[in-house]
């Protein structure tokens, strides 16, 4: 276990040498897909698209009649569907439509607003030039070539990619079994009638909502009580079922933290506390075959080190590459004095200035402001170099919108 802190560098260095746990697979239908992970390579079976067609609204023509101005309207029409016209003659054109089979001597389709028909006659406005407006067959996927890798997040954009060529059951990697606890005697269920030492128990909702993936299987192991022997016992007991577990709370250094105890006494810790703010007390350890996180009690550090942190080693544990979390360099607008030797996540609006985007700052920035994710736009990173922040700096900003999907 680490004796200082860790930085994230550090951390996500350690996250992208996890193996996946993940070894079952299953065949499912497409629909059912979305969000899984390919178990398999897949490789297209058909040309796409499978046959040359128009690009366009138009009229199909001969290379040889390009420079003719006047030509012959075929009485045929092909549509999207058509089994469509074989060939066509010289000097003729042929009505045809967006999608529609391309006859087998055309390759190029003149835009219907580049032409002027009068009865059966049509006269170019604009002379197109070959292979105008005529998608070929295989151009965008060729038979036999690969498609997806093995590893591959099924997203809409893979979907559509799959179901093009004429897949409707994929082989995937069955769900990561994710279980996840809150803790501390204060939380109960939502109320506005609260006591005095009671809160109302958010982190349950906020994690709920941020395991709700389809390559996830996440199921609520309940609240964990301010008892190191109740602890231990409900973790213990659920490690043969799950391949993550996760708990929000209990990892600090108080006295009444007993998660770090249960995970050093019955498994291993690889690390505890990380040079971060919001976010010091994590830990990640694993007891048996089964992956410990340790997450702070305040929501905002809960939040954030799941975007930055949770989510990378979820994606490595089910054999997905770890995901390039995208930001934008951006001026602030604030100046302010940090500490060295941990990078901060500061919470920040963005607003259009003369032109240019800049950034301010969010006036409560306390790991327990809630508000403070709800009323800002993203999150501003300060490397832990830095100490002095002077407007008009540059950093990297995290949209909220990116960072939370």
């Not at 003719?68 to 074989?86: E, F, H, L, P, V």
């Not at 067959?137 to 954009?157: A, F, H, N, P």
């Not at 994710?178 to 501390?184: C, D, I, L, M, P």
């Amino acid at each position: 276990m680490n004796k200082k802190p860790l930085y994230l560098k550090e951390i996500l260095a350690f996250i992208s040498k996890r193996p996946s746990t993940i070894s079952k697979t299953e065949i499912i239908n497409l629909i059912d897909a979305e969000d899984k992970i390919l178990a398999q390579n897949i490789y297209s079976k058909i040309d796409l698209p499978p046959f040359k067609n128009s690009a366009v609204d138009g009229y199909a023509l001969l290379k040889k009649d390009l420079n003719k101005r006047q030509k012959k309207i075929n009485k045929n029409r092909i549509a999207a569907g058509d089994i469509g016209t074989s060939k066509i003659l010289d000097g003729e054109v042929i009505r045809i439509f967006t999608g529609a089979k391309m006859p087998s001597n055309s390759n190029t389709v003149v835009m219907q607003e580049n032409t002027n028909v009068v009865d059966v006659k049509l006269s170019l406005l604009k002379i197109p030039l070959y292979g105008d407006n005529c998608r070929q067959k295989g151009e965008d996927i060729s038979k036999g070539s690969l498609v997806l890798k093995k590893g591959s997040k099924i997203d809409s954009r893979n979907l559509n990619l799959i179901a093009a060529i004429g897949c409707n059951k994929v082989k995937v990697y069955s769900s990561l079994k994710v279980g996840f606890f809150t803790s501390g005697n204060e939380l109960v269920k939502p109320t506005t009638k609260l006591n005095n030492s009671k809160i109302n128990n958010s982190n349950f909702y906020l994690l709920s909502s941020l395991l709700n993936k389809n390559y996830i299987d996440k199921k609520f192991l309940g609240n964990l009580p301010d008892n190191s022997v109740k602890i231990k016992t409900k973790i213990l007991s659920q490690i043969p079922k799950y391949n993550l577990i996760i708990t929000t709370g209990g990892a600090s250094v108080g006295d009444e933290d007993h998660l770090i105890d249960t995970l050093k006494n019955n498994g291993k810790i690889f690390f505890w506390q990380a040079a971060i703010k919001p976010g010091r007390p994590i830990a990640i350890g694993k007891i048996k075959n089964t992956y410990i996180v340790c997450l702070p009690g305040n929501p905002v550090s809960v939040q954030l080190l799941f975007a930055f942190v949770v989510r990378p080693l979820i994606l490595k544990l089910i054999g997905s590459p770890m995901l390039k979390i995208t930001s934008e360099k951006i001026k602030t607008d604030f100046s302010m004095v940090k500490k060295t030797k941990r990078l901060e996540w500061l919470r920040v609006s963005k607003k259009l200035i003369n032109n240019e985007y800049f950034i301010s700052k969010y006036p409560k920035q306390g790991s327990g402001i809630i508000s403070s994710i709800s009323y800002s736009d993203g999150v501003v990173e300060i490397p832990e170099n830095i100490n002095l922040i002077k407007k008009g700096d540059v950093f990297d900003f995290y949209d909220f919108d990116k960072l939370f999907i």
